[in-house]
């Protein structure tokens, strides 16, 4: 592909997006990502479900060489920034998620234990 920053292979097809660029020149720190969008898909007929306007965003708002290598990269970036939440708590005997924290067990007595209650088993 050289060194023209127009190309980009898109799933095996290489296209000349010399207009994505133009409006990326426009202004460069914050390109329209919605007329990349319609030119993507009107212009160069891509699929709509295609995330050119995303991956340009996050290439640092340049076109990538290959499309596919790039999205691979966003999705795997974005999928490690996902936060980890921790697993719900299961009740031991249905497997439900169903369940409430229970604090207290005798007030009288004032026996207080941190317990989970399940809302299907009792």
């Known amino acids: 592909m050289g060194n023209n920053k127009y190309y980009c292979k898109i799933d095996g097809k290489i296209y000349n997006?010399?207009?994505i660029q133009?409006?990326?020149?426009?202004?460069?720190?914050?390109?329209?990502?919605?007329?990349?969008?319609?030119?993507?898909?009107e212009e160069y007929h891509?699929?709509?479900?295609?995330?050119?306007?995303?991956?340009?965003?996050?290439?640092?708002?340049?076109i990538p060489a290959d499309y596919n290598e790039a999205l691979?990269?966003?999705?795997?970036?974005?999928?490690?920034?996902?936060?980890?939440?921790?697993?719900k708590p299961r009740c031991p005997r249905c497997g439900s998620t169903d369940i409430r924290r229970?604090?207290?067990?005798?007030?009288?007595?004032?026996?207080?234990r941190k317990h989970n209650k399940c809302n299907r088993c009792s």
């Not at 295609?50 to 640092?60: G, K, P, W």
């Not at 691979?72 to 697993?87: C, F, G, I, V």
């Open 17 to 19: 997006l010399k207009k």
């Open 22 to 41: 133009d409006i990326i020149d426009e202004n460069p720190e914050h390109p329209d990502i919605a007329k990349i969008y319609i030119a993507a898909v």
């Open 46 to 62: 891509l699929p709509t479900n295609t995330m050119l306007d995303s991956v340009i965003t996050f290439n640092n708002n340049e």
């Open 72 to 87: 691979k990269r966003m999705q795997d970036y974005n999928q490690a920034s996902l936060s980890k939440s921790p697993p």
């Open 102 to 112: 229970k604090g207290l067990i005798n007030s009288d007595w004032g026996v207080y």
